[in-house]
């Protein structure tokens, strides 16, 4: 672990930069800059964590003073730091944090974590889109607020919730729930999403969230499972010349989940779940 240590009070705007490793910076007052790199870097302040203000802006933390007891320090940015430790506590800044809306347009942007921000309304009462990599979150019914979000992952309204990351979690549980129950179960049981997403977000790999499916699915035959995976993924019942490589595959030691995760993947999946639409929009869950 490396120790960094910046210049006492300097007046001019100072740049600390860490290693591949884990660092521990000092930045010692005035204007600082720290990128920490890879690893798990932690920045040290003096003085208590009240006697700052911590904010996140466009991914960049930002440190400032709010009283006498922290006048040296001016202004501190850290980027690819884990976490800030002061005399009387610590900041983890890869925890999940939990936003709420208030009137007027605001810009949220979260962390490493799962982040959630919470509306008051229905989701009927908001627009939910993504514009290059935001999403925008347009109130139409009552103070005509319009929202940009950055890194959240999660959206929680007052009749369902919206999962964003379909990139990471989320788009792991739709492909599942398309190839196991169809891609009409997104849309009839966003239960099975909300399941699916407290296992993911959890922990469970993708292949054990997959088992759980097919066993809640009773698939646990090989023609049972090859014929309703093609029927999920293509649409229409698959014929025996079809079907039949993929019973051989299994015969020969195929593990069914892998299968499964093949069958999850395909581009037919995706399509047929509009993986594409669902990463503009969200997917509804409960």
């Not at 296992?199 to 469970?204: C, F, K, N, V």
Request: aromatic share 8%; charged share 15%; glycine share 10%.
């Amino acid at each position: 672990m490396s120790s960094i240590t910046g210049a006492l009070n300097n007046q001019f705007l100072e740049k600390l930069t860490g290693t591949a490793g884990d660092d521990d910076f000092y930045p010692r007052g005035g204007w600082d800059m720290i990128d920490g790199g890879a690893g798990a870097d932690v920045v040290h302040v003096q003085g208590n964590a009240g006697d700052y203000k911590v904010t996140n802006i466009n991914g960049v933390i930002y440190i400032d003073s709010v009283s006498a007891a922290s006048s040296s320090i001016q202004e501190t940015q850290l980027i690819n730091v884990e976490k800030i430790q002061f005399d009387d506590k610590s900041l983890d800044l890869t925890a999940p944090m939990h936003f709420t809306n208030h009137a007027g347009g605001e810009r949220f942007q979260g962390g490493a974590g799962l982040d959630v921000l919470s509306y008051e309304l229905s989701r009927s009462s908001y627009d939910v889109s993504k514009s290059g990599n935001l999403f925008v979150v347009t109130d139409n019914v009552s103070n005509g607020g319009v929202d940009l979000l950055s890194s959240i992952e999660r959206l929680t309204f007052k009749d369902v919730n919206v999962a964003l990351d379909l990139d990471g979690n989320a788009g792991d549980v739709v492909k599942i729930i398309g190839a196991v129950f169809g891609a009409s179960a997104l849309k009839t049981h966003p239960e099975y999403v909300g399941i699916g997403l407290a296992y993911r977000d959890a922990g469970m790999s993708f292949n054990a969230l997959m088992s759980l499916a097919l066993t809640a699915a009773n698939l646990n035959s090989a023609p049972g499972l090859v014929s309703q995976l093609w029927l999920n993924v293509m649409h229409q019942a698959g014929s025996d010349a079809q079907l039949q490589p993929f019973l051989q595959m299994l015969s020969a030691g195929f593990a069914p989940v892998d299968l499964a995760a093949m069958a999850a993947n395909a581009a037919q999946n995706i399509a047929s779940i509009n993986l594409v639409g669902l990463s503009n929009t969200g997917v509804l869950y409960t």
